[in-house]
């Protein structure tokens, strides 16, 4: 992975002029329109994640993910063969959602042998192969071969099971993916299995709250509490160490952060007290660095964020990860999904180091979290139009600009020939 340290002339945002300096809009993330298009553009034919190999541990692991933006509901199963394959929730005998429990929009997991339809009891295996008919002779030429269930595109990555709803879809997982984030090939995420995880529905557009979250410039304000004084001053400066984009993915590295924690003043007497809090324990299992992790080369390297379009972020931390996901579930709501992964924890120290972790951790996305409301609304009193953005806010703009280009790629291909 060649290093791209921060040009020495120039910005981060003019090294990649496409983006453009000037203000920006966020009608994308506010116009009813603009989401449907969305949902087509993007949602039904970009690779989209929907758990971890883990999460699928046998034979007839299997698991369902409601997709909202696609309007559509997949099963992901591991079959006999340890292939784990995904097929859309639909019965094809009368179009029944076939696998839920009590409530068909809830998501659900587990395990089984053979897939049921609780209307006429249709079966199907774990490869989706329809193995059972009731009273089949009352059909007429009924090919059983011709009614297994609709299979959706499956491919894993590193152990992350990505999905994609194109019934052709236009690159590989791992074309999609580029080099910026395959880099990642060798980092040992399968060994990160105590999982701390968490469900919010906010109140904002998708990209709306992914920006919170691939930008530092709001830090010294919206977080003041958590950062030592020196940050705080009028004028401070906080600076990401390296940002780089790679087709429609993101990173962002920062600096050792945890040289911070030696500052007692901002931190939490139970942090001090267990040794751990917002960036994490402050020691964790020696895990191996990939060389992916920090292609800006900073250092001491701290922590790196990637954000892989559409919806999935990954933040490596030293020995831990944090997983986002964001889902619409309309233009100005969405769908968050957020886990802490750490290595099992060894000793009840460890343990409590982790949970620790995890509760700062969640209180500090709160604070992000509740500015939603009030930057949704606001955007769409819909009379300013033309946002500045600073150096820091790089990635911001790439998303806006990424989202309104898929769309726009997708209008003019529907266009008829001549209009
Ligand atoms: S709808 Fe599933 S068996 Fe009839
Ligand atoms: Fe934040």
Not at 101 to 127: I, M, S
Not at 364 to 391: C, I, K, N
Request: glycine content about 6%.
């Amino acid at each position: 992975m060649p290093k791209w340290p921060k040009p020495a002339e120039g910005s981060w945002t003019e090294h990649y002029p496409e983006l453009g300096t000037g203000p920006i809009s966020f009608r994308d993330s506010t116009s009813p329109e603009f989401y449907e298009l969305e949902r087509e553009a993007v949602f039904k034919r970009a690779w989209l994640n929907v758990g971890r190999v883990e999460e699928l541990p046998r034979v007839g692991s299997y698991l369902t993910k409601e997709i909202d933006a696609a309007k559509t509901s997949v099963i992901v199963v591991k079959g006999r063969d340890q292939k784990i394959r995904a097929f859309y929730n639909v019965c094809r005998h009368r179009g029944n959602k076939l696998v839920w429990n009590d409530f068909p929009n809830d998501e659900v997991r587990g395990a089984c042998r053979q897939f049921t339809c609780k209307y006429h009891g249709w079966r199907y295996d774990l490869e989706g192969a329809l193995t059972f008919v009731q009273q089949p002779g009352e059909f007429f030429d009924l090919d059983a071969e011709q009614y297994g269930l609709s299979p959706v595109h499956c491919d894993i990555w590193n152990g992350f099971i990505f999905i994609n709803l194109d019934p052709e879809p236009r690159q590989s997982l791992r074309d999609f993916l580029g080099p910026m984030i395959t880099a990642l090939d060798d980092y040992p995420f399968e060994m990160m299995t105590e999982r701390y995880d968490f469900v919010a529905h906010n109140n904002s557009n998708w990209k709306i709250f992914a920006d919170a979250f691939q930008e530092y410039y709001h830090v010294p304000s919206l977080h003041s509490q958590q950062v030592p004084t020196a940050v705080r001053q009028p004028n401070a400066s906080f600076e990401c160490g390296h940002f780089q984009i790679d087709g429609p993915h993101r990173l962002v590295s920062t600096a050792g952060t945890r040289r911070w924690l030696l500052d007692p003043e901002y931190m939490y007497p139970v942090e001090r007290a267990t040794r751990s809090g917002l960036v994490g324990p402050w020691r964790t299992p020696e895990t191996h660095q990939s060389a992916g992790l920090n292609p800006g080369g900073i250092e001491p390297w701290g922590i790196t964020n990637f954000q892989i379009f559409p919806n999935l972020e990954i933040l490596i931390y030293h020995g831990w990860y944090l997983l986002y996901r964001y889902w619409p579930t309309s233009h100005n709501t969405h769908k968050f999904e957020a886990y802490n992964a750490f290595h099992p924890a060894r000793t009840v120290r460890e343990r409590i180091e982790h949970e620790v972790a995890s509760v700062v951790l969640k209180e500090f996305a709160l604070q992000d979290a509740g500015m939603l409301g009030g930057t949704q609304a606001a955007l769409e009193y819909d009379v300013v139009d033309d946002f500045p953005l600073s150096d820091q806010e790089i990635l911001v703009r790439h998303l806006h600009k990424t989202a309104v280009d898929w769309v726009e790629e997708y209008k003019a291909q529907r266009r008829p020939v001549g209009v």
